[in-house]
């Protein structure tokens, strides 16, 4: 499920939750109704094939990953993973969530 949040001064961002509601991934901030949609119309057409997955540690040792487009730019962050395993988890899930847009 993809849902669009819509932040103060008209800016806007989506989430793409799990089948149990669960956020995968927040989007970057972004001005525009149109670009929310190109941005997922990438992720449709990719199905994830050409997205590039970022994966951090923050300071903390919490696990995240950023997911990037075919030019570079940042799509959007994950919350904080406890484990490694655990990252590489979300990381599939949103594969396979994509897979299904």
Known sequence: MIEII???DDSLQFCIK???NKVLITSVVVNSVEKIEM??????DSGAKHLKFERKTNHEG???FNVK???GQLIGSSGLYNSEAGMENGINN???RLASL
């Open 94 to 96: 949103l594969r396979i």
């Open 39 to 44: 941005i997922i119309n990438e992720l449709k």
């Open 18 to 20: 799990t089948e149990n």
């Open 6 to 8: 819509e932040i103060a």
């Open 62 to 64: 919490k696990f995240l």
């Open 69 to 71: 487009g075919r030019d």
